[in-house]
């Protein structure tokens, strides 16, 4: 039986298709040709229906290895960067070997955290990817792993967690940046488990996921072998995907057929229902990559944010995190660290102690969970 949820998914325009290392490989370290060009066929027909497809592969460390004739899986930051160079090319040729037989042009498209985090590159790449699909081209899209990670670790000193650095992540900040209403995150879980379906007879598949409480994250229990993402990365990504808006399947890319009883509604892997779309401005605040800081506030000024209407003070303010400067994307804390909204600083942490004017304005407040 169909679940009402599920009945509007064939009615997807734009789609975001998250391929994880482990259903581009197989177990013995060869590419999985067979599932691929079956999904790249899934693809196409879905194509030829008018349906917008966006690719995020992983795979680039996984076929560098091989390639290199690696006898151990890469473990040190520069020698999978460098498994990464060798191997994107070799993913492209594959894409574009099958896509090309099917009549679709592929592209390109590698991206760091920073491209999603700062304003002016993010309206560029949202053009670029639109015009991209206007002319009917598939953009495959990886992390430009040859640099990024190196450039998550020399930032400013402030992580705000999670950033990416797996492909979950960048899928979610893509299907949000690129206003997809779908995202299917194929991986080697079928999807949502009550436990670990390895380890755990008794657990079982969670249908539909109207809300990620904190139950829904005690269920994610770091699973997925080769790639980087486990099930805690694949929430995280399905949270920031669903607040702008996308709705998230999360299911077994070996699966034959996956992508077209998906959007079927067939029944099978997690669905997370989507929240309210944001527009403009509000939807890059709620999915910029990477956040610059963390400001703190009294319980008086949360409040006061909570229930909408007013600006973020400096008074309110208890405690600032991370070197901000004017214009970047900064969390907002209760007291006690605990991060309920996100908005864009009027000026930087040098000059806000005893400044008694606005932070945060209210026109770029974000609230982001239920609270
Ligand atoms: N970007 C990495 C790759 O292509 C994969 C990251 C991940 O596993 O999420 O190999």
New binding site residues.
């Given amino acids: 039986m169909k679940d009402a949820s599920r009945a509007t998914l064939a009615q997807t325009q734009r789609l975001v298709v998250k391929l ?2 482990n259903v581009i490989m197989r177990a013995d370290g060869l590419p999985a040709l067979g599932r691929l060009y079956g999904i790249l066929e899934s693809i196409a027909t879905l194509h030829g229906q008018g349906k917008e497809v966006l690719l995020v592969s ?5 076929l560098g290895a091989q390639q290199l004739g690696l006898d151990h899986a890469p473990k040190r930051l520069a020698e999978k960067q460098a498994c ?1 160079a060798v ?1 994107q090319g070799r993913l492209m040729a594959i894409y574009q070997e099958g896509f090309a037989r099917l009549g679709i042009v592929a592209a390109q498209v590698l991206l760091t955290e920073y491209d999603f985090s700062n304003r002016q590159r993010y309206l560029n790449l949202r053009a670029t990817l639109d015009h991209l699909l206007k002319l009917g081209v598939v953009p495959v899209i ?2 430009n ?1 040859t640099v990024s990670t190196a450039e998550l670790e020399s930032r400013l000193g402030f992580r705000s967690a999670p950033v990416f650095g ?3 992540k960048l899928s979610a900040l893509v299907a949000s940046g690129a206003e997809a209403d779908t995202l299917l995150i194929l991986s080697d879980v079928a999807g949502l488990y009550t436990g670990n379906p390895h380890k755990d007879p008794d657990a079982k598949l969670i249908p539909v996921v109207r809300e990620i409480t904190l139950e829904i994250e005690a269920f994610a229990d770091g699973l997925g072998a080769r ?3 486990g099930m805690a990365s694949k929430l995280a990504a399905a949270r920031v995907a669903t607040r702008a808006g996308t709705r998230v399947l999360i299911a077994d890319g070996a699966c034959p057929g996956i992508l077209d009883r998906l959007l079927a509604g067939d029944p099978v892997g997690t669905l997370f229902e989507p929240g309210l779309r944001l527009k403009g401005r509000k939807r890059w605040i709620a999915s910029a990559g990477q956040l610059a800081g963390r400001i703190r506030v009294n319980e008086g000024a949360r409040e006061a944010l909570l229930a909408g209407r007013v600006s973020l003070l400096a008074a309110g303010v208890v405690g600032l995190e991370g070197d901000f400067q004017r214009d970047d994307v900064v969390a907002i804390a209760d007291a006690s660290g605990r991060d309920f909204a996100r908005g864009v600083a009027t000026m930087g942490r040098a000059e806000a102690p005893g400044s008694g004017r606005v932070l945060v304005s209210r026109d770029t407040f974000v609230l982001l969970e239920r609270v």
């Fill in positions: 994880g290392t992983s795979g680039a460390i996984g990464a191997g990886n992390e792993d797996d492909n979950d790639g980087r993402g």
